[in-house]
């Protein structure tokens, strides 16, 4: 048995919780790779609405286990939160839910150190969710993290008094003023919730169930143009948001990933600095931002919107191996009688269709198509026979640009809002 991989093709937003809570029937274990509580996966089902960090969104089925990767760092406070929060909507996650001793811890002072980062950055700050990502993965690279199963050693407290000893020392090169003995209080509560769980060898785990033929769906966080690597750098996430990532993230050979479902909005959004050649700085941005109820599901932040970008689309499909195309949001275009794609650059006076190394707005501007919109509101439909031409027509547009089948259609926030144009198969 192989494992499959769903993740975001663009910067974030994408609607992966949606999805993964949709395809878990279809899957024995649902595996969470990298990212943090940075990540923002919204659900929506029987009239509620609940927004994971941490947690797989495949917590919401009972026959379902859940795994927190290595490759995931953990906030235990923002944790226990959310234990809390699904305890109140009757969710078993004790049962449920298993944990990774390579899973990396975040500090309180990894917080700070966050904060007093960016703070210092001025107007060149990269729009840090402040949730002390960064700063936990540099001490993961740099040796010195602090993991889940440090919890099981009898110098836990030596190892974490250690670390916030050398995060007070990297902190004096900062003018930041800051008292993290609170949030210590409550973090050392909350590790209390965290060691109620099972934590096992991730690794291994997973290899056995492959083995035993167990379906297995890793979830990615964030998205792939905001990859360590492979993104917009500097203004990206801390970890390999891009299909490998699966493979370091949750100790999975290359050559056992099967289907990579890789999910796109039928438009584009961007949270934080950076740049974003198809950014609307115009009415149909502001448009598109509330018909889409662009705010960030983590930091509320109003979220900056454009048209859909293809040349950076195939940029992230290339890097991923991508087998089955996931299109969400079709239904927010339904008031725009025109749409743009854009499918080339202008790149210092040159037009490109690849994604170059540098996509700052002083080197390059997107070069448009029009393409007819659709007036019909696509919430209430159940079947993909019922979407209007002109969307279908944007679609079969879509995939002879990008070479891969767009097999699923969000139309709306809802678990039942979703349109199979292929069978998806685990």
Not at 146 to 165: M, Q, S, T
Request: proline share 4%; glycine share 10%; net charge negative.
């Amino acid at each position: 048995m192989k494992v499959d991989v769903l993740l975001g093709l663009q910067w974030g937003d994408e609607g992966k919780g949606k999805i993964v809570d949709v395809f878990t029937p279809k899957y024995d274990i649902i595996a969470r790779f990298q990212g943090g509580p940075n990540a923002g996966h919204t659900l929506e089902f029987d009239g509620i609405k609940h927004v994971l960090h941490t947690i797989p969104s495949g917590i919401f089925h009972e026959n379902t286990v859940n795994i927190i990767g290595n490759g995931v760092v953990m906030d235990p406070i923002i944790f226990q939160k959310e234990i809390e929060g699904l305890k109140v909507l009757n969710v078993d996650v004790k049962s449920k839910l298993l944990i990774s001793r390579k899973t990396h811890l975040i500090l309180p002072t990894h917080r700070v150190l966050d904060a007093a980062s960016e703070a210092a950055k001025g107007k060149h700050k990269i729009g840090s969710t402040l949730k002390g990502i960064g700063p936990t993965y540099m001490d993961k690279t740099g040796r010195n993290g602090l993991r889940v199963g440090d919890l099981e050693l009898d110098n836990f407290l030596d190892k974490y008094n250690a670390l916030v000893a050398k995060h007070e020392e990297m902190l004096k090169q900062f003018d930041f003023e800051y008292d993290f003995k609170e949030e210590e209080e409550k973090w050392m509560a909350s590790l209390e919730t965290l060691k109620s769980l099972t934590f096992i060898d991730s690794e291994h785990y997973i290899g056995e169930a492959m083995k035993e033929g167990k379906s297995i769906l890793a979830e990615g966080a964030q998205g792939s143009l905001l990859d360590i690597d492979f993104g917009s750098y500097p203004f990206v996430t801390s970890s390999n948001t891009v299909c490998a990532g699966a493979c370091t993230g949750l100790g999975v050979a290359p050559n056992r990933i099967g289907k990579v479902f890789g999910i796109f909005k039928a438009y584009c959004t961007r949270v934080g600095s950076g740049p974003f050649p198809t950014e609307l700085l115009d009415e149909s941005g502001e448009e598109l931002r509330k018909a889409g109820h662009e705010f960030g599901a983590t930091t509320g932040r109003p979220r900056r919107c454009g048209w859909l970008d293809l040349p950076a689309l195939k940029y992230s499909i290339m890097l991923n191996g991508v087998t089955d195309l996931i299109m969400t949001k079709a239904d927010v275009l339904s008031s725009f009688g025109e749409l743009k794609v854009c499918t080339a650059y202008d790149y210092k006076g040159e037009t490109i269709e690849h994604f170059p190394y540098n996509i700052d707005e002083d080197n390059l501007s997107p070069v448009l198509k029009a393409l007819p919109g659709w007036d019909k509101d696509l919430t209430g439909l159940s079947d993909v026979a019922e979407l209007p031409g002109e969307l279908v027509d944007y679609i079969t547009y879509l995939e002879k640009e990008l070479e891969v089948p767009i097999t699923v259609v969000s139309v709306g926030p809802d678990r039942t809002q979703t349109l199979m144009r292929e069978t998806v198969n685990a």
